[in-house]
T-cell receptor, first 114, second 111 residues
Framework: DAGITQSPRHKVTETGTPVTLRCHQT?????MYWYRQDPGHGLRLIHY???????DKGEVSDGYSVSRSKTEDFLLTLESATSSQTSVYFC?????????????FGDGTRLSIL | QKEVEQDPGPLSVPEGAIVSLNCTYS??????FMWYRQYSRKGPELLMY????GNKEDGRFTAQVDKSSKYISLFIRDSQPSDSATYLC???????????FGAGTILRVKS
């Protein structure tokens, strides 16, 4: 395993509440990513980080924010959760710059927003 | 039209069969091509990783890339029930690390 822990693994919450998902890595990798996975869409990039305090938007970033204050932790926050954000969220890490370093994934967080 | 197209299946085969999984793509800038395997309620696991065109073999798995046709394939020989999973293709351009995924193909290998 790539040394990636996502927490919580499951969460049910109500529309309008804030939600924070955590990704913790023990590989000291520079790059970290948040994806969401929905039926028929595969994995879509939400945000990514290329270093401490360095983040950028992905394909589906609206309604999400991220923070990375330490190399090992990357947080994904839904400021005011909506039912359309019900999904499975995956964190990934990669070791180097550029596409030559493949990404490795955690086991996901199942988030249900009622 | 999606940037990467992948037949969702499910694809059902008998044990021992040769399996062919495919993706097509539209962005000619893609240079790096990956196949991930995902078991139920688990994260994607990297299976194969290739650069540009050509073939790569690893045990029972062979990945092929045909950039002229914008078409990639994953072949599984002597398929086993343990190969039952969702297979995701993914690709990225030479510069940058943003992967674009196919929607995944569900494979079922029957014993």
């Amino acid at each position: 395993d790539a040394g990636i822990t996502q927490s919580p693994r499951h969460k049910v919450t109500e529309t309008g509440t804030p939600v924070t998902l955590r990704c913790h890595q023990t590989e000291n990798h520079r790059y970290m990513y948040w994806y969401r996975q929905d039926p028929g869409h595969g994995l879509r990039l939400i945000h990514y980080s290329y270093g401490v305090k360095d983040t950028d938007k992905g394909e589906v970033s609206d309604g999400y924010s991220v923070s990375r204050s330490k190399t090992e932790d990357f947080l994904l926050t839904l400021e005011s959760a909506t039912s359309s954000q019900t999904s499975v969220y995956f964190c990934a890490i990669s070791g180097g710059q550029g596409a030559a370093q493949p990404q490795h994934f955690g086991d996901g967080t199942r988030l249900s927003i009622l | 039209q999606k940037e990467v197209e992948q037949d969702p299946g499910p694809l059902s085969v008998p044990e021992g069969a040769i399996v062919s999984l495919n993706c097509t793509y539209s962005n000619s800038a893609f240079q790096y091509f990956m196949w991930y395997r995902q078991y139920s309620r688990k994260g994607p696991e990297l299976l194969m990783y290739t650069y540009s065109s050509g073939n790569k073999e690893d045990g029972r798995f062979t990945a092929q890339v045909d950039k002229s046709s914008k078409y990639i394939s994953l072949f599984i020989r002597d398929s086993q029930p343990s190969d039952s999973a969702t297979y995701l293709c993914a690709m990225s351009a030479e510069y940058g690390n943003k992967l674009v995924f196919g929607a995944g193909t569900i494979l079922r290998v029957k014993s």
